[in-house]
């Protein structure tokens, strides 16, 4: 393999795998935010739990690509694995700015209290 293009394939590989690490901390931010106060960490916790599943089955899906169909297949592959994920987060995507939280009162806040505004 030519200098060069080891060298095109370590940036792309590294360039790549820092998107996958920024998505999945916006996501791990996002995701307790739509379930209700009461079932946040049980909605959490699955969806963690879907999550990793989902990743250790994708390492044997990338070396099962790139075996029959090579590297630039993985990148490929990838790339189509983060557009689907953009799209659905686009699509079905739940705008937390500025929510209140849902749920029965915990910590002794009634629903009707005013949260204070942090920002002042």
């Not at 916006?26 to 009461?38: D, K, Q, S």
Request: hydrophobic share 50%.
């Amino acid at each position: 393999m030519p200098h060069s293009l080891r060298l095109r394939t370590v940036i792309s590989g590294f360039s790549l795998t820092q998107f996958v690490y920024a998505s999945l901390s916006v996501l791990y931010t996002y995701a307790p935010e739509i379930f209700p106060i009461h079932v946040r960490g049980l909605g959490s916790g699955i969806g963690n739990g879907i999550g990793r599943v989902a990743g250790l089955a994708v390492g044997f899906i990338i070396a099962g690509v790139f075996n029959s169909l090579g590297f630039t297949a993985v990148f490929a592959f990838m790339a189509l694995c983060a557009m689907i994920f953009a799209a659905a987060m686009g699509t079905f995507g739940i705008n937390t700015t500025n929510r209140r939280p849902r749920g029965p009162p915990i910590l002794g806040f009634e629903r009707e209290t005013r949260w204070p505004d942090l920002a002042r």
